[in-house]
């Protein structure tokens, strides 16, 4: 495997741009191949065994473009899926919720976590089974928070209704006296500042990007593909439904200008 290859990130939708904006600061000689389920979203209502096939159909799309690595940039995804597909693969897969417990684990004072995410994410446990193999005096309370994806994607981030169903998401995890929040799923970055408004700043936001784009490079490192002599990147955006609607976000979050996304019938992998 070349280390020019690029890698592979997927999501449900636009979330996982936040994990490829952290990706493009950290280890900008990368070059990136999105895939945005945006036909099939959401999946944090969705069965592990319906997210398990759509998975593979989308890691089967990245391996026929070539990619020397995959980021499952979707919480629920990983929470379900990454254990089966990275039995199946021979190239480095990650996810976002291990890089998110190492950095809770690490921020939390009073080990009093809180945890938002979709439903699936909350329903599996996962971050509670990773923030306890870390730290097994930490205590973990789980929010689902099912309506911030549609206010995300309809792009009312700062809008009295976001700021009144964060307000009463959040509020009995602060009851909870949590010092820490992850943001348990790729979209809910996006509300960061609309967050903060709510909870305070005495509470810390944890944004598993980070750690993720972090847990990725030692990854590459390790295997020998780093690619740090490129820097003449060349990313390709794909999503199942709404070229045009998406290439407009990712322009809105992304630090490089995406000036094509093609839309690609992902039934058929
Ligand atoms: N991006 C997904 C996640 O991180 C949430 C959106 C969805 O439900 O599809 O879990």
Request: hydrophobic share 40%.
């Amino acid at each position: 495997m070349s280390s020019k290859a690029p890698i592979g990130v997927f999501d449900s939708g636009v979330g996982g741009l936040t994990v490829v904006k952290e990706i493009m600061r950290q280890i900008p000689g990368e070059s990136i191949i999105y895939f945005g389920d945006t036909a099939r979203l959401p999946y944090g209502s969705k069965s592990k065994e319906t997210i398990i096939t759509y998975t593979r159909q989308i890691v089967r799309f990245l391996m026929g473009k070539n990619v020397k690595a995959i980021v499952i940039a979707c919480n629920t995804a990983s929470a379900f899926a990454l254990e089966t597909v990275k039995a199946e693969l021979d190239i480095p897969v990650i996810g976002v919720v291990k890089p998110g417990a190492k950095a809770a684990a690490e921020s939390t004072k009073n080990g009093r976590i809180g945890v938002i995410g979709t439903e699936g994410t909350i329903r599996s446990g996962i971050y509670n089974e990773f923030l306890s193999e870390t730290n097994p005096q930490v205590q973990v309370f789980g929010k689902a928070c099912p309506l911030f994806v549609p206010l995300v994607e309809e792009g009312l981030i700062d809008d009295p209704i976001t700021m009144e169903m964060i307000r009463r998401y959040t509020s009995e995890l602060i009851e909870k006296d949590i010092d820490t929040l992850v943001l348990g799923c790729t979209h809910y970055p996006l509300l960061r500042k609309t967050i903060r408004k709510i909870v305070g700043d005495k509470i810390e936001l944890v944004n598993p990007a980070y750690e993720t784009a972090i847990t990725l490079k030692e990854v590459l490192t390790e295997a020998g593909l780093e690619n740090d002599d490129n820097l003449k990147t060349d990313h390709k955006f794909y999503v199942s439904d709404g070229a045009e609607k998406f290439k407009y976000f990712a322009n809105s979050i992304l630090p490089c200008e995406v000036v094509e996304t093609k839309d690609v019938n992902i039934e058929n992998y």
